[in-house]
């Protein structure tokens, strides 16, 4: 290796720590939580993203429409085998519970209460899902509650 691609190299490493401690670094304060990165969501479309389920291979017996469910107490949404691992994002404007199965091969059934956002945008469930199965939703009273594409 000569000398000149010895230099190239090392200024290309420095840039490199330059980077990851200007990412790193912030702004200093502690950060929200919920709030998105952009360099992470750039990350994610580059890899993929992620995959949600397709609202018209949910179905169930208290569907209004493809993805659209009137829940009265509690419904049972059947969802078919996405082929892989994918996320199931149920939203309404009122609070709702679900009940699903763990992915893979664990035994365990995970129930979640969703609330609704401060800021008034709804409840959002996300539900990992990668064969086919039920989940159950049910809402005190009754709520619409819609399969999102996000």
């Known amino acids: 290796m000569s000398g000149q691609q010895k230099a190239l190299l090392a200024a290309l490493g420095v840039l490199v720590v330059v980077f990851a401690v200007a990412v ?4 200093g ?3 929200d939580p919920s709030a ?10 580059a890899g993929g ?7 018209a291979t949910v179905d169930a017996d208290c569907a209004q429409a493809p993805g659209r469910m009137v829940v009265a107490g509690r419904c049972a949404l059947r969802v078919a ?20 199965g ?3 091969d664990a035994d365990l059934t995970v129930t979640d209460e969703v609330t ?3 800021d008034g945008s709804g409840a959002v469930a996300r539900i990992a899902v ?3 199965g039920t989940v159950l939703v049910s809402c005190p009273g009754e709520c619409l509650v819609t399969v999102a594409r996000d």
């Open 24 to 27: 790193g670094a912030g702004r």
């Open 81 to 100: 085998d996405p082929g892989g691992l994918r996320t199931l994002v149920l939203r309404s404007r009122d609070a709702f519970t679900v009940r699903a």
């Open 29 to 31: 304060d502690r950060g």
């Open 116 to 118: 609704t956002a401060d």
């Open 130 to 132: 990668d064969r086919a």
């Open 36 to 45: 998105r990165n952009p360099l992470v969501e750039l990350l994610g479309r």
């Open 102 to 104: 763990a992915p893979g």
């Open 49 to 55: 993203g992620r995959d949600t389920v397709d609202p």
